[in-house]
Antibody, heavy 117, light 107 residues
Framework: EVQLLESGGGLVQPGGSLRLSCAAS????????MDWVRQAPGRGLEWISA????????YYGDSVRGRFTISRDNSKTTVYLQMNSLRADDTAVYYC??????????WGQGTLVTVSS | EIVMTQSPATLSVSPGERATLSCRAS??????LAWYQQKPGQAPRLLMY???IRATGIPGRFSGSGSGTEFTLTISSLQSEDLAVYYC?????????FGGGTKVEIK
């Protein structure tokens, strides 16, 4: 059974940084691209980033490009999202998903990031 | 980027009736279209991919159709557990984009 467990969310001040982690299990992690998707309170889904299976290719949405960095450690079966220069409109539940340029076949339960002073 | 537009925003359907949800793309996405179901307080779940293929474990009352710019998700006989928001998503090009969602209510 595929399991994705996000962690690292919390309250951060505007301009601050946070690193999210997503620990994966139940599949061959190194063979699959991974994504991050977020959902602001009461709003719809917004895809924000993806990384290829080897980590050699990364993709970003316009709203986070230049501020967020996606990475992965295949030896730890974990994907990360480094978030810098956080703004109030980055407040959202952040989901990790298995997919990468295709349908997102499995999702974690999400971690809440709140950007507020 | 490709803009995905879903309609209606809210759909109220009686149990046992058919529900038809629409998704339109601002340019052709071929068949690279997925549907997701998000129940209250839960993470999204993949329902359909490649426009018409049901994901593992999805009941047969869910079906998808369409190609190019026009897509439909049909729930043939609505059940109470189908109360959710449904999203379409294109994966033909980066950035991946979602529609705004259709909320299905039980009448």
């Amino acid at each position: 059974e595929v399991q994705l467990l996000e962690s690292g969310g919390g309250l951060v001040q505007p301009g601050g940084s946070l690193r999210l982690s997503c620990a994966a299990s139940g599949f061959t992690f190194s063979s699959h691209a991974m994504d991050w998707v977020r959902q602001a309170p009461g709003r719809g889904l917004e895809w924000i980033s993806a990384i290829s299976d080897t980590g050699g290719k990364t993709y970003y949405g316009d709203s986070v490009r230049g501020r967020f960095t996606i990475s992965r450690d295949n030896s730890k079966t974990t994907v990360y999202l480094q978030m810098n220069s956080l703004r109030a409109d980055d407040t959202a539940v952040y989901y990790c998903a298995k997919g990468g340029g295709a349908a997102l076949t499995s999702w974690g339960q999400g971690t809440l990031v709140t950007v507020s002073s | 980027e490709i803009v995905m537009t879903q309609s209606p925003a809210t759909l109220s359907v009686s149990p046992g009736e058919r529900a038809t949800l629409s998704c339109r793309a601002s340019q052709s996405v071929s068949g690279n279209l997925a549907w997701y179901q998000q129940k209250p307080g839960q993470a999204p779940r993949l329902l359909m991919y490649d426009a018409f293929i049901r994901a593992t474990g999805i009941p047969g009352r869910f079906s998808g159709s369409g190609s190019g710019t026009e897509f439909t998700l049909t729930i043939s006989s609505l059940q109470s557990e189908d109360l959710a928001v449904y999203y379409c998503q294109q994966y033909t090009e980066w950035p991946l984009t979602f529609g705004g969602g259709t909320k299905v209510e039980i009448k």
